[in-house]
């Protein structure tokens, strides 16, 4: 009888050493994945993922993800206008403790709170298209173009048909989207300084069939001489009115998105201001990746070029 309890004793002891040996060994693996063996992630948060611009926002970024071995969580609202969904996007993949965000706000003086508790958390933030407010400084480098100067752009091209006296319509987008009201101000600034009538500037919220609304609505009350839009979507709306009342306007926009080449190569649309939506998405993510990795050699701002695409 004693020698039973003396063997399972023993046998007692031996599993026990076995489930701590196991234990050891496990901790030790995931000690190594923590340290570096997992895929980093990143989340790339954009103003909206169903338009033509931001999708290709999105390829760059899909792209640099490849290249450099990073699982990426791409996320945006419906629609532009759409803050809280993307405030809570922030909110959900901060908890989900990401390696890095590249983000883009629909409203960068709402977007403050929540880009400081991902600060907060220790996840680190690239902020690209659309540049933050000086009250945030946490950012890791801002990428993008000056939207002002784009508007300005558009507007002197514009300048090369149009004479004074002549009646433009400026689209914007949504109220509080930064980069689209600097936009639609330097075309607004340039055209008034040449003489041209701003005959009403309205918010098209970057949507086609709101642009394409209001430019019908404005042609019913007054003639046109071109219409400037802030970027690609509303363009295109503000061209299909003009040709369905039958008249003629010249009509610029902003962001160089396939389709709007296209009617430009046509000569429909009069010219867009291209960026480099697709080098965007792939610098940010490579920047927030050399971040993450530890690399604090960057930039606190890089800029984007953009070229006047013309027929």
């Keep these: 009888m004693k020698r039973n309890a003396r063997l399972i004793s023993i046998l007692v002891c031996i599993l026990m050493m076995f489930v701590c040996v196991t234990g050891v060994f496990a901790g030790a693996r995931q000690q190594q994945q923590q340290a570096g063996g997992g895929k980093l992630r990143v989340a790339v948060i954009l103003k909206t993922l169903s338009s033509t611009y931001w999708q290709t926002v999105l390829s760059g970024a899909e792209k640099a993800a490849a290249e450099l071995g990073v699982e990426l969580i791409p996320l945006g609202p419906p629609t532009e206008d759409d803050a809280i969904a993307q405030t809570n996007m922030v909110e959900d993949v901060v908890t989900q403790k990401v390696d890095a965000i590249v983000f883009s706000p629909c409203q960068p003086e709402g977007a403050v709170t929540v880009l400081n508790k991902a600060r907060d958390a220790g996840v680190p933030v690239v902020v690209i298209d659309t540049p933050m407010p ?4 946490s950012a890791v480098t801002y990428i993008g173009s000056n939207n002002y100067q784009i508007g300005v752009l558009g507007a ?6 149009l004479k004074s006296g002549n009646k433009v319509l400026v689209l914007e987008g949504a109220p509080g989207n930064v980069a689209m009201t600097e936009r639609a101000d330097g075309a607004e600034k340039t055209f008034k300084d ?3 009538n701003i005959v009403s ?3 098209a919220y970057s949507d086609r069939e709101r642009a394409y609304s209001i430019t019908q609505n404005v042609l019913q009350t007054t003639d046109l001489d071109g219409v400037f839009a802030a970027n690609d979507e509303q ?11 039958g008249k003629k306007a010249v009509v610029c926009g902003v962001d160089g998105n396939p389709d709007a080449k296209e009617s430009v190569d046509k000569g429909e649309l009069f010219a867009t201001v291209a960026q480099s939506a697709d080098q965007m998405g792939y610098l940010g993510v490579k920047y927030a990746v050399q971040y993450a990795k530890g690399d604090r050699n960057i930039e606190k701002m890089i800029d984007a070029p953009t070229p006047v695409y013309t027929k």
């Design 134 to 137: 000086a009250a945030y400084t």
């Design 156 to 161: 002197k091209e514009m300048l090369k048909v």
């Design 194 to 196: 040449a003489g041209i």
């Design 201 to 203: 500037r309205q918010p």
């Design 235 to 245: 363009a295109l709306g503000a061209y299909r009115a003009i040709v369905q009342t």
